[in-house]
């Protein structure tokens, strides 16, 4: 087809009959076949941004292309991969994973790559609507980088909770190097529990050494003990606690279903319990005095 009537066929599709700029850049660059070819190649940018490039030198064209078209995309894409596999970042059940999904990564590449250098279209006059491997490589390229993320993280799913029959919990159970990796890692984190456990102790017991010591700190918090004590008592319940009460106890019993708590077993576990925290503090004032 020739140009003039290429191009007056696009006018009727474009808003107002107009050709854009790049349509206008165009139009001397599909002057022949083989820049027809290399149009449905490598795509608009490549036949107007390269300017190295020569027309009977295909590789010159694919030398400008292949970098920020096809070699960025697979790199940034094995980034992330390296990234969500990182044993530092994600835990181990990813990092598992981490060889196996790079190496897929990389072999997804270079069969872009192949295809992006071996494959040429057919630009034929006789053919009238010839089929651009630029657009169809773009929108496979990434739906496949999407499809094989989503398999990725399902394979790290199910691996790390045993589901879907794919990894059944004897065959990992077996593998000693697994349990001892899981129990490491259960461990890192009841460690960490622990030390803000302590770490909020420890503020406590400052907190409350800084009240005792402080005069106007220490009758306040005397002064709120007291009325604690005059309210119980006024309200009848003198020596015994609030959970004595019928309408504690009928409250309590309905959060936690039927039944009624008995309250003297209650007090001989709290009793038990103060008795082993305190004990070597009857040991411990005895030899300060």
């Known amino acids: 087809m020739p140009t003039d009537a290429l191009f007056s066929r696009l006018a009727m599709l474009r808003d107002h009959g107009v050709l854009t700029s790049v349509d206008e850049a165009l139009r001397p660059k599909l002057t022949s076949p083989t820049l027809r070819q290399i149009y449905l190649r490598f ?16 590789f010159s064209y694919l ?18 991969l390296g990234l969500a596999t990182s044993e530092s970042i994600s835990g181990f059940e990813p990092s598992r994973w981490r060889a196996q999904v ?27 609507a010839p089929a651009g491997i630029f657009w169809l490589a773009s929108t496979l390229r990434y ?41 490491e890692e259960l461990l890192t984190k009841a460690n960490l529990s622990l030390q803000l456990t302590q770490t909020s102790l420890r503020a406590y017991s400052i907190a409350r050494n800084a009240t005792v010591r402080n005069p ?21 319940y003198g020596d015994q606690s609030v959970v004595e009460d019928e309408e504690v106890q ?8 039927s039944g009624s708590m008995n309250v003297e077993q209650m007090r001989r576990e709290a009793d038990a319990f103060v008795n082993t925290v305190t004990r070597g503090l009857d040991s411990t004032t005895g030899n300060t005095r």
């Open 43 to 58: 795509g608009p940018r490549t036949l107007l941004n390269c300017t190295f490039c020569h027309p009977d030198d295909n």
């Open 250 to 257: 009928a409250a309590i019993s309905r959060a936690y279903g």
């Open 102 to 128: 790079l190496l897929c990564a990389l072999a997804l590449a270079s069969v872009d790559i192949v295809i992006t250098t071996t494959y040429s279209p057919i630009a034929s006059p006789s053919t009238p």
């Open 216 to 236: 106007i700190l220490k009758a306040g918090d005397d002064e709120y003990w007291r009325s604690v004590v005059s309210v119980e008592g006024a309200q009848g």
């Open 143 to 183: 739906l496949c980088l999407c499809l094989f993320d989503a398999a990725t993280a399902f394979l790290i799913y199910a691996s790390a909770t045993g589901r879907f029959l794919l990894f059944s919990a004897p065959a990992n159970a077996a593998d000693p190097e697994l349990a001892r990796r899981r129990t």
């Open 63 to 80: 030398l400008y292309h292949l970098p920020m078209n096809v070699l960025l995309p697979h790199l940034f894409h094995i980034f992330c």
